[in-house]
């Protein structure tokens, strides 16, 4: 249990900006393992959205409410992922070889394709949130940050680093994981889908990962394997898509 306990401690301080403290025990076992966490972090980082949200509906209209969760939410990942999506617009934006891709990808300046597409993916978040019963949001919130980042295991496990470098700060975390960690990094992961109803649910898993095979083939087939900008990508891809598909069934079906 203490060696889980460290794991856990390494994805925490890897994927959020919650002070764990004890950074001597961040052992090359505990990196390798981290991302196995990353569905509790997903349940940890929706929780806190979604309290945020209940809180401030108190106090504010619903879209003022669904904005202030969306802040805190980047505010407690320190826009982890978000970077990442922003960084593969550029790259896939603007690179014509594998190469290009990637030295873009690892520039730390923002081009256009990284503005718009940050601007379009979080009105897309927000337009679908605030299309959603209240009572629903927070729940879908949860639910979304837990399966988009259960993806980026699937992710990693399936393909390969696409990086000859060794600088890169995500290749310690591009480890493929044991069959038992990702079964059960799986199971925790869409465990969350209780929380709705199981059309939407159901719906919106089946989208999650039809997603995921879409942009994982695309990436592996223009850069030959991972960045650790594509897994961003892909957790930020599969978070809007989940929305809009329950977005979609409450507005069809449930309106």
Sequence with gaps: MKKEWHIFKTSLLFFTRIPVGGHGEWEQEYVDKATSYLPVIGLLVGSFGGLVFVGSTYLFPQTVAIVLSMVATVLLTGAFHEDGFCDACDGFGGGYTKEQRLMIMKDSRSGAYAVVGAALLLLLKFSAL????ATVIPLVFIAGHTISRTTIIWFVSIHTYARDDNQSKSKPLAKS?????????TIAGSLTLLLLPWQPAIAGLIVSIIVFVIWSQYVVK???GYSG???????????????LTITAYYFNFNG
């Design 130 to 133: 605030t299309s959603l019963p």
């Design 177 to 185: 994981l044991p069959l038992s960690r990702i079964i059960i990094s």
């Design 222 to 224: 223009r850069l030959g």
């Design 229 to 243: 900008d594509c897994l961003g990508a892909t957790q930020q891809l599969v978070e809007v898509a989940f929305y």
